[in-house]
């Protein structure tokens, strides 16, 4: 992945509530976002048409655009479009596909980017990434953050709960990401931001600790504000360290070996607890275990839908996903076999955990 995009590293505005979008108009109205009032919103497929509805009366004469695909090709014509007017921003409103085609676009042609977010599946919300779909299957680039951030409560609710599900998966995960990355600085000195680690560690420690269900206005928010704290964290540092470690290339492992298994948040968050349990800290294994039973989540491989195997087998290839990032699962360089046996005792500590 190219070097992330630094150029603003917390976003102007971020606001978590109801009602965002129909009150979108507000914060446009600042002038630091849109000077003239002249910007692009870019809806998906499906409910783009509602939420234009909704938005509509706050956005004057904006001009929407509807992507679909969430593809690089999709995002390069979009930015085609976007670049034969002078917009002041570039307003994207739905879910990750969505953002990240208008993130990419944006970035293409230098215009701000807003996010208005209407489900918390990943951190795309607010990070300096955008992963699309391209021929070879499917890429992460370096973008530039959004300058505001909204997340309407409204659609998230109303919204499938896996969605929601991999959001939360996709969060905890930091703790992980983040331990990788104390490691990999411990044995390889690899130089490490302590800021971005508070951030993402703060949002994620927050999410795993708080006593709500996902149908709780505080539970939301505070996984909206673990989403957003991790996309910052990001852009603090450069890099997608602070969130992306073992448990993501086990993610992208069961990707590109076994395709359409699970959505990513949920396989990343199952990935962090396997790697937690590697680490030894069966504390912090005990913690998230219970966070992710809790919510609905994935704490086994057949929760995923896989055979023990196929995730032994998504383990020992998970290093090649990311051959210059150290880990848990580098350091330890398990064989398949030594794999085969950390599973079988991965499974009896859930026992005692779970029950």
Known sequence: MPLLARTVATPLSI?????????LGSLLADRRISSGGDVAVVVGPGQGEKIVELCRPSLGSADVFTVAGGSVDSAIELGDQLRRRSYDAVVGIGGGKTIDTAKYAATRYGIPMVTVATSLANDGIASPVASLAHEGGKGSYGVHIPIAVLVDLDFVENGPDRQTQAGIGDAVSNLS????????HQV?????????VTLARTGAEALVNHPGKITDDGFLTTLAEALILGGISMSICGSSRPASGGDHEISHAIDHL???????????GLGAL?????????????????????????????DLGL??????EAVAFAPHTRPDRYTILEHLALSADDLRTRLGDYVDALREHLG
Do not use: Y
């Open 15 to 23: 606001e978590v509530r109801r009602g965002a979008v129909a009150d």
């Open 274 to 302: 396997f790697c937690t349990f590697l680490r030894g800290d069966l504390e912090r294994f005990g913690q998230l275990a219970r966070c992710l039973h809790r919510h609905g989540l994935s704490t086994r491989p057949a």
């Open 307 to 312: 055979t023990d195997e196929q995730f032994v």
């Open 258 to 268: 076994f395709p359409s298994t699970a959505s990513h948040g949920e396989q990343a």
């Open 177 to 184: 990401a983040c331990a990788d990355w104390e490691l990999a």
């Open 188 to 196: 390889r000195g690899e130089p490490i931001d302590g800021l971005a």
